[in-house]
């Protein structure tokens, strides 16, 4: 879940989604004895990104109050954010259950990682000045995907949540062959459909 620039209004839309009562979550657990399991990636820049542990249908409620807890900060680093969901996945490796990532976002990459140099030696880590996009910011978080043994099998649904968002998310997704792109400008509707198809069957989820 992006938390970064962009729209900061529609977290609380965002979160009141998820944690209501029947909302997403309840939807995801709602299956007696459902093996299903949930953990998110919430992110802005690298320092204000968060992955969360795995959430099942006994700690659901505190999987609620974590995420009624998140604040909308600092620039949007796609990349770092997918090394994280892709990071959590493996941690679900032996677990037979489907792997799924809803990736939201209602603003563009203003961030990604890679080689810098700094007095004379080269690092690795966050570039960009968290106000502007760049191309190769989405050939970054694509390339993480397709390298990541459990995102490249994984089925990804990319959430745009502004028509202001749309092109960036379509450019992501489209470099992608287990992405869907996903209009979310209707959110509720968006998460609803996602859902009426992922859980018919048992799944761990990363919503990022």
């Known amino acids: ?11 609380p839309d965002v979160k009141e989604l998820l944690t209501k009562d029947n909302g997403i979550i309840d939807q995801i657990f709602k299956t ?11 992110f802005a820049g690298k320092d204000e990104t968060y992955t969360s542990t795995w959430y099942n249908t006994s700690s659901k ?23 994280q969901a892709s990071n959590a996945l493996d941690d679900r490796a032996g677990n037979k259950n489907d792997k799924v990532l809803i990736f939201l976002s209602d603003g563009e990459p203003t961030y990604s990682m890679g080689n810098y140099w700094w007095w004379g030696q080269q690092h690795y880590g966050e570039i960009g000045n968290g106000s502007d996009t760049e191309d190769s910011y989405y050939t970054d978080t694509v390339n993480v995907v397709k390298n990541s043994d459990s995102l490249k099998d994984a089925e990804i649904y990319s959430v745009y949540l502004t028509e202001g968002t749309r092109s960036g998310m379509e450019k992501f997704s489209g470099r992608l062959s287990n992405s869907e792109l996903i209009n979310g400008t209707n959110l509720s509707s968006a998460l609803t ?9 048992y799944k761990n989820v990363v919503i990022t």
């Open 61 to 83: 409620q505190q999987l609620k109050n974590r995420i009624n807890n998140l604040k909308a900060t600092g620039g949007t680093n796609w990349t770092y954010a997918m090394q």
């Open 32 to 42: 007696t004895d459902n093996v299903n399991s949930v953990a998110y990636v919430s």
């Open 1 to 11: 879940m992006g938390s970064g620039r962009g729209n900061n209004d529609l977290l």
């Open 193 to 201: 459909t996602i859902l009426k198809t992922i859980i018919p069957t």
